[in-house]
């Protein structure tokens, strides 16, 4: 009894040393920091700083406020009153995310994170990222999204299909929540163009997944507010506690990894089967990856650990299902909040003589293109990222500011370990980029767009909504087009209208940004919308 006593003492101990630590350290940290003469919002609370507000804002507004009111450059305060930055200055942005080795994920997002996708392209960091990124890239050039979008259509036609069947139900328009439908409809194409894998998830007599279920379960259970998460996230020596929630998180990433082990199997198996030069038909990611890991090009020392290229299953669930089912509802939002686009949209897609176009036609349907581009500016599925310097620098800056004391400043001095948050929203709807109309949805101005948005270093479309740099979405290629399949069918078969005023709807983040009722929350995230089967005349 005494040894267990001494035990728990010591522990106890030990705690309260830790504890003493982290608020010393805080306090030194703050009055020593290089950002502590920036102008931003007053700290609101000893433990907690501004980050209360920022997850209780919607849609970005507090990040956008404090640029209207402090300038380009703002400090803001973390946990136990550590000094972060926000910049929506240009240069600034290109210089931390073109030298994205300097700045990673900080390592509380890498922690959460990876609890969900574990040691995939989205979570690594330096040369295991760069060796990931460079065995992908293969996998996702044009010519290869090109091959998938046979996929992308014949799953968009089924989801028409079930549409009209319920629209036959009902003899006439129906009511439903499109969420879970374009959700399923994504998770079917990553699952087939991802690794060969059948969701069925569009099928109405489908029996339970048991890869959906267990991904199901890691993205609720590690996204759902927990107290013991938030204290192992930001407090990283504490995370030896005990959580009930880790070992239902490790059965299911157990679960993950059997499939994956098999499905992994599977590609080795199709390519040995189709000789020495690779010549598979397989189109998959996973083959691709597969085929591209293997080849003569690739060093010994390059090449990814069976263990890494399981890692992407996850990853690709994350990345190619959650974010283009999410920007593709808010598309259907948007063309329900101005009727005319979507009667523009309609009309410029019934021009198109089938039902399955090529890859090159939809990019050859230009009011289409920009209302894919117009959703993904005014409704980013992602609205901001994180970053934290790994190293002491300078960020140079193309719009100088004036700090606290008064004195002009053309660069932002940095400390290794402070956090940057890019604010993507912010920056995509920058009035003094895009003009006083910034906000709204205006398919029309991407016919001619201002020049002051050409500095905007994203990797596509003068954006940040797939970021830039190294460590630029490597799939945007295959979501773009995926999307634009998607509105291809069903504009040209329904119209839509939104099945409550639109000023109910509000948006909310986990890792992505979905909608939801803002008088019902507790009722999950939804679109409702009054599906019409469209009549041509």
């Known amino acids: 009894m005494l040894v267990v006593l001494q035990i728990a003492c010591t522990f106890l101990a ?55 009111l402090y300038g380009r450059t703002v400090k803001y305060t973390g946990i136990l009153g550590g000094n972060r930055l926000i910049t929506t200055d240009q240069r600034a942005l290109s210089h931390i995310l073109n030298n994205a080795y300097d700045y990673p994920k900080p390592p509380h997002s890498r922690f959460n994170l990876g609890r969900i996708v574990g040691e995939g392209l989205l979570v690594v960091e330096g040369e295991k990222h760069k060796q990931q990124r460079r065995v992908m890239n293969p996998a996702f050039g044009p010519a290869q999204i090109r091959e998938l979008n046979t996929i992308f259509l014949e799953k968009s036609l089924q989801l028409r299909d079930l549409w009209t069947a319920e629209c036959t139900a009902a003899e006439g328009p129906f009511h439903t929540n499109v969420l879970p439908w374009l959700s399923s409809l994504t998770l079917d194409v990553i ?168 890859m090159d036609e939809l990019s050859a349907l230009p009011y289409l293109d920009w209302v894919v581009r117009e959703t993904l500016r005014v409704h980013s599925p992602v609205p901001s990222t994180i970053r934290c310097a790994g190293k002491d620098d300078v960020i140079p800056l193309s719009q100088p500011f004036t700090d606290r004391k008064g004195r002009v400043q053309d660069s932002i001095r940095i400390r290794k370990g402070q956090t940057i948050l890019i604010p993507i929203s912010t920056v995509n709807r920058d009035e003094a980029l895009w003009g006083e109309d910034a906000k709204e949805f205006k398919p029309e101005r991407w016919e001619k767009i201002p020049d002051a948005v050409k500095s905007i270093p994203g990797v596509w479309g003068n954006m940040l909504s797939f ?71």
């Open 467 to 537: 970021i830039g740099g190294p460590r630029s979405c490597i799939g945007y290629r295959f979501s773009l087009v995926e999307m634009k399949a998607i509105m291809f069918t069903l504009l040209r078969a329904f119209e839509f209208e939104l099945a409550v005023p639109g000023a109910e709807i509000a948006k909310r983040s986990t890792i992505v940004q979905r909608p939801l009722l803002r008088n019902n929350p507790g009722a999950g995230n939804q679109l409702p919308i009054i599906i019409k089967p469209y009549q041509r005349v």
């Open 191 to 358: 699952g087939l163009a991802g690794f060969n894998y059948k969701f069925n998830a569009l099928n109405p007599s489908r029996t339970p997944n048991e890869l959906n279920e267990a991904f199901t379960e890691i993205f609720a259970t590690a996204t759902r507010a927990n107290p013991l998460v938030f204290i192992k996230t930001f407090f990283p020596a504490l995370r030896f506690l005990p959580d009930p929630r880790d070992a239902q998180i490790n059965r299911a990433h157990g679960t993950m990894a059997r499939i994956g082990n098999q499905l992994l199997n599977e590609s080795h198996a199709r390519l040995r089967a189709s000789g020495e030069k690779g010549s598979s038909s397989a189109r998959d990611l996973l083959s691709l990856l597969v085929k591209a890991n293997m080849s003569s090009d690739v060093g010994e020392h390059q090449r990814m650990a069976d263990s890494d290229v399981l890692a992407q299953v996850p990853t690709f669930l994350v990345a190619g299902h959650e974010t283009t089912s999410t920007a593709t509802t808010w598309a259907l939002f948007a063309l329900t909040q101005s009727p005319e686009s979507q009667i523009k949209l309609r009309d410029e897609l019934l021009q198109v003589d089938t039902d399955t176009p090529t």
């Open 14 to 68: 030990t705690l309260v040393a830790y504890g003493f630590y982290k608020l010393f350290a805080s306090f030194y940290l703050e009055y020593t920091s290089p950002l502590k003469d920036l102008p931003g919002p007053d700290n609101p609370s000893f433990f907690f700083g501004n980050l209360k507000q920022i997850w209780a804002s919607e849609d970005s507004n507090l990040n956008a406020e404090w640029v209207k």
